[in-house]
């Protein structure tokens, strides 16, 4: 077992900044990859970022490319989401999910997930 916890959430105004964490305990050996996925009221969840604990690599969708960084800290077991210039339409509940696959992109492809953390954009 996995067990994640997402922490960092949320008010904050369009344009402005934060950082989400998530810090994972438990069996963490067989995860190869870490994500964070949102989801709006309304909406489905989707995939937001993804890295692999191993060298780095990372995987965004479009919409955040240039906007959001996904980073770990190995030694803390620890994954992060650095949230620059935010749009209302960032709006909704962010989870961390771990995966034994290399940066899957569908949650389907995730064994662990947290709890979520509210994240809101106002404009």
């Known amino acids: 077992q996995v067990q994640l916890v997402e922490s960092g959430g949320g008010l904050v105004q369009a344009g402005g900044s934060l950082r989400l964490s998530c810090a994972a305990s438990?069996?963490?050996?067989?995860?190869?990859?870490m994500a964070w996925f949102r989801q709006a009221p309304g909406k489905e969840r989707e995939f937001v970022a993804a890295?692999?604990?191993?060298?780095?690599?990372?995987s965004y969708r479009d919409s955040v490319k240039g906007r959001f960084t996904i980073s770990r800290d190995n030694a803390k077991n620890t994954v992060y989401l650095q949230m620059n210039s935010l749009k209302p339409e960032d709006t909704g509940v962010y989870y961390c999910?771990?995966?034994?696959?290399?940066?899957?992109?569908?949650?389907?492809?995730?064994?662990?997930w947290g709890q979520g953390t509210q994240v809101t954009v106002s404009s």
């Open positions: 999910a771990s995966s034994g696959r290399w940066l899957p992109t569908r949650e389907e492809e995730y064994e662990y």
């Open positions: 438990g069996r963490t050996f067989g995860s190869d990859s």
């Open positions: 890295i692999r604990w191993s060298g780095g690599s990372t």
